[in-house]
């Protein structure tokens, strides 16, 4: 589904906007996808959309993620921040992966690995691989939420 989010450009699929349908035998199933409202960049009006159309490096750009509005001109919402050496080795090597890509202007696999990291941030989060702290430090860092 996140892949499918990335493509779409849905940049609001979190943990509240999928779930599991219980039936009334009590069997479960996959709901079906949701909250799809902030897909194909509905809230661009015609001039944006005119301004993208027309310059096709900006068809890939990142923006969703990042703080396109604010001017960024990095992958980072700050800099300064230095990640601790005590993150898992996992988590270690998808940013730098992920700062690969964004080197490589290659915004595709960017947006499509940014979501994947997003995700096992939190899977490294729920059962105490990393703290509190360290999570806290990552959202300011990327701005991963």
């Known amino acids: 589904m996140f892949v499918v989010d990335a493509l779409l450009g849905n940049p609001d699929r979190n943990n509240s906007n999928w779930g599991i349908v219980l039936g009334m035998d009590g069997s479960k199933r ?5 909250d799809n409202g902030n897909c194909l960049n509905c809230k661009w009006d015609e001039e944006k959309m005119l301004e993208v159309l027309s310059d096709e490096r900006k068809l890939v750009k990142p923006g969703k993620y990042r703080n396109e509005k604010k001017g960024a001109d990095s992958m980072y919402n700050d800099k300064t921040i230095a990640l601790p050496d005590s993150l898992p080795a996992g988590l270690q090597s998808d940013f730098k992966e992920l ?8 915004w595709i ?8 990291v997003e995700a096992s941030v939190k899977a490294y989060y729920l059962p105490g691989k990393i703290s509190r702290e360290e999570l806290n430090l990552i959202f300011r860092k990327y701005g991963i939420a």
Do not use: N, R
């Open 109 to 116: 696999q960017f947006d499509l690995l940014f979501e994947a």
């Open 99 to 106: 700062q690969e890509y964004y080197d490589a202007e290659d």
């Open 30 to 34: 996959i709901a079906p996808v949701y």
